[in-house]
């Protein structure tokens, strides 16, 4: 039998999956096996992730709806410290807007995000957002750094002194190989 394509959603995001015969009844053991494929992909996909912006549409209120779903995701597999972003496109569209600017702050407030409208468009608050995200990323990250332990870990500006003049006169001896 030939093989055909399948859509599954997962909170409003389509994936795209082949199956063939044999997963196309659509048995619990096949959306089993495909849900736990999703999920050590996304694991792996947000490891290591320190800021995430969560786009909707202002203008379809099914894409706002389904940020709670995202953020569930996101919160899920990520570190407690990320720094989330929730942004509200296509500000320049005031007259289709179905999600309200109040709406919209008051959810990310609740939820403990930044919030800001922009608009692709005409790139308003593009570049605000982003540099809002990496300044408060970087605010973490530092404090974390001067927060570290002083139990003798190594980190910046400890460890082991290495002379340099002594490291280029080995090399210039010794080769590059």
């Not at 099914?62 to 597999?77: G, K, M, P, Y």
């Not at 922009?118 to 973490?140: C, G, K, M, P, R």
């Amino acid at each position: 039998m030939p093989m055909r394509r399948t859509g599954w959603w997962c909170c409003g995001c389509p994936i795209l999956l082949r199956t063939d015969a044999s997963l196309q009844d659509g048995s619990a053991t096949a959306l089993s096996s495909l849900r736990s494929r999703y999920r050590a992909i996304t694991s792996a996909y947000y490891r290591g992730a320190v800021g995430a912006l969560l786009v909707y549409d202002v203008t379809r209120r099914a894409t706002f709806d389904n940020v709670s779903c995202w953020l569930r995701e996101l919160r899920d597999h990520t570190d407690q410290s990320i720094v989330v972003m929730l942004i509200g496109n296509k500000s320049d569209l005031r007259h289709l807007v179905t999600v309200s600017t109040e709406d919209a702050k008051e959810f990310a407030e609740a939820e403990s995000m930044y919030f800001m409208e922009t608009s692709a468009l005409d790139a308003t608050n593009v570049d605000n957002a982003f540099s809002e995200v990496l300044t408060q990323i970087y605010q973490i990250v530092s404090k974390k750094t001067v927060e570290a332990p002083e139990d003798g870990a190594a980190g910046p500006g400890k460890g082991e002194k290495i002379n340099v003049k002594d490291d280029v006169s080995a090399m210039k001896r010794g080769g590059c190989c």
